[in-house]
């Protein structure tokens, strides 16, 4: 089963699809796309969204997990302009036919990876050094990952 993760920004969204189960994850693909500028923002969202999915089509994704805002950066025009595109992905979802797509802070992704749900081990206990290419991965990269594999059972 494929998944996709992925982390938005106001000036790009970063993305990572991975295979396996959390014990063994396979990264299969990942990268960060810039939106494109000289866009509107209508025309940004619909080239977002026919982005994301080309990358459900082309590696089959069976679900989504996507990196949301964590509770102290939900405010300001950045914070709209993400969570707009955060929902286009979920629109995107359900054009696809995806309904195993979910919203996660880090809380939630630590919980999901069976650490009492404490976002800061994330950092300190998570370990994903197994998974090739997440640590030459930018920060937001490795969020997506994250989101991805706290999604695989």
């Known amino acids: ?3 996709l993760g992925i982390r938005c920004s106001s000036k790009d969204f970063s993305f990572s699809v991975v295979k396996g189960k959390q014990d063994s994850v396979t990264l299969v693909d990942s990268g960060t ?20 999915e080309g990358i459900i089509k082309k590696h089959q994704v069976h679900g ?18 993400r969570m707009e595109k955060e929902g286009i992905i979920f629109l995107q979802a359900s054009l ?22 404490k976002g800061k081990y994330l950092e300190t ?4 050094s197994g998974i090739s ?9 490795q969020e997506s990952i994250q989101a991805a594999v706290s999604m695989l059972n």
């Open 1 to 3: 089963m494929s998944i």
């Open 33 to 52: 796309i810039t939106f494109p500028k000289g866009y509107s923002e209508s025309d940004t969202l619909k080239w977002l969204s026919q982005e994301i």
């Open 64 to 81: 989504i997990g996507i990196k949301g805002v964590e509770p102290m950066g939900m405010k300001g025009k950045s914070y709209g302009a």
């Open 96 to 117: 696809c036919g995806i309904k195993y797509v979910k919203r996660k802070v880090k809380s939630t992704i630590a919980k999901d990876l069976g650490m009492k749900g």
């Open 125 to 128: 206990k998570a370990d994903f």
């Open 133 to 141: 290419g997440y640590d030459s991965a930018n920060k937001n990269t």
